[in-house]
Structures are given as C-alpha cells and as structure tokens.
C-alpha cells in the first residue's frame, strides 16, 4: 500500500502537454482510448463531477452506490472520478485482481481529512476514560479506510446521508451513546429529527483534543466530531432569511452536511439522490433553491429547464477537491492504460479492508 506522501507525489507526474491540448483533441483521444479498452473498462462518476468528465461515465451515483455496483462489476479496471476515500471504498468492496484507479490523486475530501487515525484512537481513550463502555462509534462514508476500519473493529458501522436516521438510531438502541464521525452537522441534524434534544449533544474537539460541552457530562447522548463539509459550509442562515423575503414562494431543498441553521431554516433536507428525486418528482414551473455542490445544481438546471432552479447561495462555487478530475488527468489516465501501464492505483491493505467491511455490513 502506498502512502499519502508517495501518491501526492505521483499526482505530479502528468506530462505537460496534457494541460496545453485542446479541448476537442482530449474529447478525440479520450473516446479513442475508451474504445480500445472496451469491457476491461468500467468508469464511476459521481454527482458532484465536472460535465466534462460525467459525460464518460458508465454509471452515475453517490459514493457508497458506486462502490457498491463497482463490487458488482467484473472489469479490469474501475476508473473512479470522485475522490480518495471513495476510490478506497470501492477497492475494498471489488476483487483484488482489479484495480481502482483515481485520475488524480489530490483528488481528496477536506471533510475525510478531519479525522485522521491517530486522532481518532486518542479520542477514543479519553471518551472511554469518561464513559466506559457506553458508546458506539458511527462513520460517515465520507471517511478514509483508517477511519471505517476504527468504527468496525470497536463495533459501529458506516451511515449515509440517505440511511443516517435508522443507522443513529440502530446505534443508540446498542448503548447509550454514539460517536458520530467526521461530519458534526450530519449527524446533528440526524439525532434532532429523532427527538435528541441539542443540550444533549456534545462536540470533541481533535485539535484542542476535549469535550465542548452544553450539559452534564452523564447527559450526553451524542458526541459529534468537529468536522465539517467545507462545501456545505458555504450555504448559511442569511441565504435562506433573503430568498424567504424577496421569494417567500420559492422552495428551500439543502443537503443534512448544511449546519442545523441553515437545515432547520429550510423546506426540506436530505441526501443527493432525495435533492435529485426531489426536482424530478416537482410540477414543472416549480421554483427551488438548492444548497449543494455547484455541479450539481447546474446540472440539475439543465436537465429540468421548465424548473426554475437556482444555487441557495449565488456565489456558489463547485467542490474543488471534487474538481481535480478534470479532461485532460482523465485522458491521460486512459491513455495510459492502453499502454498497459497502470497509475494511481487505490489499495488498501488486507486488514485495513476486513475491518472496514465489518463497519460497512453492518449498516448494509
């Protein structure tokens, strides 16, 4: 298994004229190298991804849903365009002869990032200091491998933004706390609808390396991770207070990674597939405001053209971990292939995998 260090390194080794081609001639040779690989071939694309690059893909989705149908696929080589922690999901769930390729490796989630491995086992030890065992830890797939590896082996599973509610409350009905990981707002916004009063909700701070508390301590219920959606942060209370006077008819739709503000604030909540269900199922002529990634919502305006359809906030900007996988690192990737050389390989290591499955058939 390579480590961080070595695939940032790789991430640099794209040829130049790669950057200074033209955009048709990558369109040419990427359809080109797609032909010659044929069946050998199976492309992931996640929501969030640029046009330029959804436009390849064999399949779109959420993360856990493309790993899932990669574990399905028979493939030499599962092409992922999204990011780190969801090539390394999919590795986990295919077979070991086939390789999970990320078209750039900087292609990262700040969010997975704000919980690493050594900060995790230490907060471990010191909630286990202060409650014993009385918590059960949950992960967000939106985590690394390390991270689902920690929940499975201490006997917690993996949620999604789709399945959170039955995962936090399958958690709690296993002990009397649960740690929720990375995301603070997800899993915040998930045990206030299941009536946990926010008094009852602690934060653990990784970098102070404490408990933020707003009770007694015997009174947590919940304790979030202090991580957050950098994306999703953008979205806030005044975005909704000004559409609420200027258009108190134009419907609020924002994804639960949004702060408990900005969620409560809104019309309706829920993950990317309930966001994209959401418009397909409306009366055309409807107005939405949408908080979420900016490819999305733009593709989400072009395929429902009699939607009126606009960003929750106006100055929105796409993901721009998500936005490393762009046309030219995608066909060279491609290229590359064709010439039977294999870059940018995710791999995660055999008990780092078993683990993590154990997290992950719990909540599947």
């Known amino acids: 298994m390579t480590s961080l260090l070595e695939e940032l390194q ?87 002869h086939q390789a999970v390729i990320l078209p750039d490796m900087r292609a990262g989630c700040s969010m997975a990032d704000m919980a690493n491995i050594d900060q995790t086992e230490r907060a471990w030890q010191e909630l286990q200091k202060l409650y014993g065992d009385t918590i059960v830890p949950l992960t967000y797939v939106n985590s690394t491998a390390a991270i689902k590896a920690f929940v499975g082996r201490n006997g917690g599973a993996t949620v999604t933004s789709s399945n959170a509610e039955e995962m936090v409350e399958w958690a709690l009905s296993q002990k009397q706390r649960m ?9 915040r916004n998930t045990a206030v609808k299941l009536g946990i009063p926010l008094e009852h909700m602690a934060v653990w701070d990784p970098i102070k390396q404490k408990l933020e508390l707003g009770c007694a301590v015997e009174d947590v219920q919940v304790i979030l991770w202090k991580g957050h959606c950098s994306v999703h942060m953008n979205f806030l209370p005044k975005h909704v207070d000004n559409l609420r006077f200027k258009e108190p008819d134009r419907n609020i739709l924002v994804h639960p990674e949004c702060t408990y503000e900005v969620v409560s604030a809104s019309d309706f909540a829920g993950s990317t597939k309930y966001i994209i269900d959401m418009i397909e199922a409306s009366d055309p ?20 053209p009699d939607r009126d359809i606009v960003s929750l906030n106006p100055f929105m900007c796409p993901c721009l971990t998500m936005n490393r996988i762009d046309l030219p690192h995608f066909t060279w990737i491609l290229e590359e292939l064709v010439e039977g050389r294999v870059l940018n390989r995710i791999q995660v290591d055999e008990k780092t995998a078993s683990e993590a499955k154990m997290a992950l058939a719990k909540m599947l």
């Not at 849903?65 to 780190?84: K, N, P």
């Not at 107005?287 to 429902?304: Q, S």
Request: with cysteine; glycine share 6%; aromatic share 8%.
């Open 10 to 96: 790789m991430a640099d080794a794209m040829p130049k004229s790669y950057l200074t081609a033209s955009t048709d001639e990558l369109h040419e040779r990427a359809k080109r190298a797609r032909a010659v690989l044929g069946e050998r071939l199976y492309i992931l694309g996640h929501h969030y991804q640029k046009d330029e690059v959804i436009h390849y893909a064999d399949v779109t989705g959420d993360s856990l849903q493309l790993s899932q149908i990669a574990g399905r696929q028979t493939a030499d080589y599962i092409l992922f365009c999204g990011v780190h922690f969801m090539a390394e999901t999919a590795d986990i769930l295919t077979e070991p």
């Open 285 to 304: 002529g409807s107005k939405w405001a949408i908080g979420t990634e900016m490819n999305l919502v733009n593709r989400l305006i072009k395929d429902f």
């Open 179 to 187: 740690l929720f990981l990375p995301d603070q707002h997800l899993g």
